[in-house]
């Protein structure tokens, strides 16, 4: 079983649409929760963490996590053909330090 | 605030040569990570300094693959003798250190692709 499993798409949405993105992890030891945005040929860039359960919103994205069902979901609203990239969901354990365990990612495709 | 600075950008080498990636975190990150991503998949964790000790290194190839923190700042990532399957964006990353808001989200630097030939 993989730590953090994604499914790796294209998930493909009309502009203007809602996208949602999902993430599974294997560790009930996880406590905090992250989602990078990777454009292609470019680094990972952070755009949403998410630390206890429930929604939390930061513009046009909200970030879900539900920490029974060891899930964390991602919903961009308005989507814009900008936000055509690969998605990664990353995971951390608490602890004395921080291990970021990252999954396969989801490449989102905006239709304009 | 500088962001994480990361070289070359770009190497080309032969399989069972040496190449060297060097990368300077954010200034104040106690905790920097040496990622490998290979195309189509996900950033995968080869080494995690806290400072100038190695915290994890299970996944590092230690055969090949080796790497060093000098005085808690700058960082060298060696591969020797290089294999084809080692081609990939190498990827380093910073976080503040362990304790405070923020722990664990990650700057990327640029990344340094390697084609192994």
């Known amino acids: 079983q993989k730590e953090v499993e994604q499914n790796s798409g294209p998930l493909s949405v009309p502009e203007g649409a809602i996208a949602s993105l999902n993430c599974t992890y294997s560790?009930?030891?996880?406590?905090?929760f992250f989602w990078y945005r990777q454009y292609s040929g470019k680094s990972p860039e952070l755009i949403m963490s998410?630390?206890?359960?429930g929604d939390k919103e930061d513009g046009r994205f909200t970030a879900q996590l539900n920490k029974a069902s060891q899930y964390v979901s991602l919903l961009i609203r308005d989507s814009q053909p900008s936000d055509s990239a690969t998605y990664l969901c990353?995971?951390?354990?608490?602890?004395?330090?921080?291990?970021?365990?990252f999954g396969t990612g989801t490449k989102l495709q905006v239709i304009p | 605030e500088a962001g994480v600075a990361q070289s070359p950008r770009y190497k080309i080498i032969e399989k069972r040569q040496s190449v060297a990636f060097w990368c300077n975190p954010i200034?104040?990150?106690?905790?920097l990570y040496w990622y490998q991503q290979i195309l189509g998949q996900g950033p995968k964790l080869l080494i995690q300094?806290?400072?100038?000790?190695?915290?994890?290194d299970s996944q590092l190839p230690k055969d090949r693959f080796s790497a060093e923190r000098l005085k808690g700042v700058d960082s060298t990532l060696k591969i020797q003798p290089a294999k084809l399957e080692d081609s990939a964006v190498y990827l380093c990353?910073?976080?503040?250190?362990?304790?405070?808001?923020?722990?664990?989200?990650?700057?990327f630097g640029e990344g340094s692709r390697l084609t192994v030939l």
């Open positions: 998410i630390y206890s359960n």
């Open positions: 990353a910073s976080s503040r250190p362990p304790g405070l808001l923020g722990t664990g989200e990650l700057f």
């Open positions: 300094f806290q400072n100038n000790g190695v915290v994890d």
């Open positions: 200034s104040g990150h106690a905790t």
């Open positions: 560790d009930r030891g996880s406590q905090s």
């Open positions: 990353a995971v951390a354990l608490s602890g004395g330090y921080q291990k970021v365990t």
